[in-house]
């Protein structure tokens, strides 16, 4: 009889001491581990353009450009993840413009959505009026919501052809606030170099850390074709027909796309060529109103959504058909954007064997897309 209370007593002491041990070692079974992502990093570009009589040339390079230095910025990493990419326009010097304002306009304030910089962008028009440099500068650094990471790069690049120093906001000062807000200023000139220099084109990018750079804005972009130039804007239409616009908005979104390759073509072959890269990039986002970005970022939402927000293929379909229209579309468009992905990588090796034997050009493309990628790299980001 002793030795049976012994013994229950004994296993009932064991058991006080393992349970709590049994339970700490399920507590730690079940805790989970949250992987800490790194931060991803931003560049921050606003584009000041001249758009005064004598700039018709500096626009078309503009418009012509837009997605070559996209491309350039997607390229890079830091700390392993893409950076984000937000572009913000102002246009000045144009007598459109009311001369309280300085003849200054923004037309598009820091954003990720290109197609929108592109829109705007397109819709430009020269006109004459007063190119005041410095109070473009000025208006930028006050309006935008610049970042205050270090991690970021920002950037202004402002381009035009009358001297630096008119209108009533000093360039120094301007200047002088961007260097304080770790924000780089890059100068273009469109004519002559010495002239630039003269009239302190130089001068306002080195007092904020930029590249003072000249341009000749009346040069053609040459384009040369390539064996893979036809595919790819085939398979460009393809990847088109993957994107299903939702919410009120959607159509009229997927409408823009559409606009936004059709401008990009109407301006050369290289610029088709260029956007369509910046299509399989992950600094084109079109969560807003695409449905398969949607999903990507926030799949429950999509699935749950009213039927009425829906684009036409998914409506009268059950969640889980939805689900798998979605997937399936998905898979199609990964698909394309690899294919694109390769034969993008042999048009531009193409490209620039050819380039090696023609003349250099002194275009925005050559110049702008150089400095920024060399800036960038100065910022910490990988190429």
Sequence with gaps: MTLTHLTTASLFALSCLVTPLAVTAQENTLTPVHKIMPKQARIQIALLLDTSNSMDGLISQAKSQLWTLVNELAEGKKYG??????????EYGNSNISVSKGYVRQVLSLTTDLDDVSEKLFALRTNG????????????????????DKDDMKLIIIAGNEPFTQGPVSYETACGRARRSGIIIDTIHCGDEREGIQTKWKDGAECAGGIYMTINQDEKIVHIPSPYDDEIIALNTKLNDTYY???????????????????????????????????????????????LDAY??????????????????LKGKTEAERKIFIEEKSAERALLQTQIS????????????????MATTKTLDTVMVTAVRKQAKDSGFSY
């Design 245 to 291: 616009g939702y919410g009120a908005e959607g159509k009229r979104y997927k409408a823009r796309q559409m606009v936004q390759d059709s401008n990009a073509a109407a301006m050369s072959p290289s610029a088709q060529l260029s956007r369509t890269k910046s299509k399989i990039s992950s600094a084109y986002k079109n969560e807003s109103w695409d449905l």
């Design 81 to 90: 993840r893409d950076p984000i990419i937000e572009l913000a326009l102002y």
């Design 342 to 357: 390769e034969l993008s990588k042999k048009q531009r090796a193409f490209v620039t064997q050819k380039r090696k034997d």
């Design 129 to 148: 009026g007063q190119e005041y440099a410095g109070h473009v500068i000025m208006t930028s650094l006050e309006e935008l919501e610049w970042s205050t």
């Design 296 to 313: 990507k970022k926030d799949g429950d939402r999509i699935l749950e959504m009213e039927e009425s927000a829906l684009p036409d293929e």
